[in-house]
């Protein structure tokens, strides 16, 4: 029964570290697209949520093994 347990928690943390992945990708691109706006339009205040948000999860991704699963799907 542990054993079944213990497949389950692993299967949901590699569930996990590929969506931050994803996450994280996705993100750079919305990063992207704030800071060509910065350039071309000007400084608006959304753009500090996606940049903040997008640091939120690469330190998610960067310090994956040093965070709970808890934390991190609190995170995302």
């Known amino acids: 029964m542990n054993e079944a347990f213990a497949r389950i928690q692993e299967m949901r943390d590699q569930q996990l570290t590929r969506a931050t992945r994803v996450l994280a990708i996705v993100g750079f691109f919305a990063v992207l ?12 205040n959304v753009m500090y949520l996606h940049i903040a948000l997008y640091l939120v999860i690469m330190g998610s991704v960067i310090w994956r093994r040093h965070l709970s699963y808890s934390i991190r799907v609190g995170i995302i």
């Open 33 to 44: 697209s704030s800071l060509s706006r910065i350039f071309t339009i000007g400084w608006y």
